[in-house]
C-alpha cells in the first residue's frame, strides 16, 4: 500500500503564491516520476507538472513560467512553488507518483485563487 500525503493548498488573492508538498510512503518499488495534476469543477484531471528521477521536468503550458517542481526523490518527496497565482488555477491538486507498473495518487488539495 501506498500513501501520498499532500500539504500547502489554500485560497490566496491573485499574483500570490503557494507552495505544495507531497511525501510518499509505503510499497514504492520504483519511481519513475512523480508529479502534480489538478481538476478543476466540471473539468477533467489535467496534468501541470511532472519531474522524473534525472531531475527532468515537463510543464502544461498554462503554468509554463509561473510554476516550478521540484524533487527529493531519495526522500520520495515533490513539491510544486506556484507563484503568480490565478483565478483559473483554482482545483484540486492531485499528487502523482508513477511506478510505471502503477500510478498512485494523493487525496487532493483545493487551491482557491480569488480575483
Known amino acids: 500500500q501506498v500513501q501520498l500525503v499532500e500539504s500547502g493548498g489554500g485560497v490566496v488573492q491573485a499574483g500570490g503564491s503557494l507552495r505544495l508538498s507531497c511525501s510518499a510512503s509505503g510499497n514504492i518499488f520504483s519511481l519513475h516520476t512523480m508529479g502534480w495534476f489538478r481538476q478543476a469543477p466540471g473539468q477533467a484531471r489535467v496534468q501541470v507538472a511532472v519531474?522524473?528521477?534525472?531531475?527532468?521536468?515537463t510543464y502544461d503550458n498554462s503554468v509554463k513560467g509561473r510554476f516550478t517542481i521540484s524533487g527529493d526523490y531519495a526522500n520520495k518527496t515533490v513539491y510544486l512553488q506556484m507563484n503568480t497565482l490565478r483565478p483559473d488555477d483554482t482545483a484540486v491538486y492531485y499528487c502523482?507518483?508513477?511506478?510505471?507498473?502503477?500510478?498512485?495518487w494523493g487525496q487532493g488539495t483545493q487551491v482557491t485563487v480569488s480575483s
Open positions: 502523482n507518483v508513477d511506478q510505471g507498473w502503477v500510478n498512485n
Open positions: 519531474i522524473n528521477s534525472e531531475g527532468l521536468t
